[in-house]
């Protein structure tokens, strides 16, 4: 497997994703897998977050993995050591503080420490301006991400995820995926839903309120705070699931079919790193406020 240059542009994510499909169509009996960087310029972080996916998807297949690490260019190996990339895949090399929010790996739903890596290793670095109160309840939101993570995927390989301070476009991101089922097909098992397309499905799911368990966490509710904040800091948010996918930002909310079916969700929030500082409308009656 060749991996390409990836960077944040949707057009990338579709070619992780068609990666994603043509490893699943290799016969059971493949039991080998070739990790190439010879190609790769550069590796952002959802680059990080998915290869971490497929290759640990391909391992519970029961093939073995081998990486070229020779293969790398300097600086995408000195960012895969930082993120902790290298150190979960057997490189002898411990991660360190930098611009990387850790590559990270939950075979469990573990909310506490979720939120902890959220609230320290994401927005507590000072990247965005935000009041303790507002980054609780981003922070918390995304926990509600995780949790319908597992609750969609049903997947035996876990939940990964991994972010990125990017100084340059002065923007701080962050991935999370999973691979099983996605979105839409959770939303069709419903019977009142069996007969939805995928856009409409994803639709519903961020309707606040509905869920797929009756005693599920109502996602869409949490998905309204994270798009109140992405429109009034000029954010991102993109999600991928099953074939379709959403674009929320500046240019309002965008949803499209895409060519690959992925069995799984992918999550990407990008957050602008300005000067104004963010709160929530009941912590700062004076300031200007984010009211959510």
Not at 59 to 66: I, L, S, W
Not at 107 to 135: E, F, M, R, T
Not at 140 to 146: D, L, R, S, T
Not at 232 to 251: C, E, P
């Amino acid at each position: 497997m060749y991996v390409d240059t990836i960077e944040d542009y949707p057009r990338h994510v579709e070619t992780l994703l068609k990666d994603w499909y043509d490893i699943l169509q290799l016969p059971q009996n493949c039991r080998e897998l070739i990790i190439d960087f010879h190609y790769c310029r550069f590796l952002g972080h959802i680059g990080v977050t998915f290869l971490g996916g497929i290759v640990r998807l391909f391992e519970y297949r029961g093939a073995n993995v081998k990486f070229l690490w020779n293969t790398l260019i300097e600086k995408i190996r000195v960012n895969l050591a930082q993120n902790g990339f290298l150190c979960d895949f057997g490189y002898n090399q411990k991660p360190w503080d930098g611009n990387s929010v850790p590559y990270r790996r939950d075979i469990k739903h573990d909310p506490i420490a979720i939120a902890d890596y959220l609230g320290y290793k994401w927005l507590g670095k000072g990247w965005v301006n935000i009041s303790p109160g507002l980054q609780d309840a981003i922070a918390g939101k995304v926990v509600e991400i995780y949790f319908n993570a597992f609750e969609h995927s049903q997947s035996s390989i876990g939940v990964f995820s991994c972010g990125q301070h990017y100084p340059e476009s002065g923007t701080l991101q962050l991935t999370v995926v999973d691979f099983r089922i996605g979105i839409p097909n959770s939303v069709r098992t419903l019977p009142e839903n069996a007969a939805m397309t995928s856009i409409e499905a994803l639709k519903w799911a961020f309707e606040p309120g509905n869920s797929t368990k009756q005693q599920g966490i109502r996602q869409g509710e949490g998905l309204h705070i994270l798009q109140e904040f992405v429109r009034k800091n000029h954010g991102t948010l993109m999600i991928f699931s099953n074939d379709s996918y959403v674009n929320i930002g500046d240019n309002g909310v965008r949803y499209e079919n895409i060519c690959t079916n992925f069995l799984g969700t992918l999550v990407n929030i990008a957050f602008r790193c300005d000067e104004k500082y963010y709160c929530l409308a009941s912590e700062v009656p004076k300031l200007k406020k984010l009211k959510l």
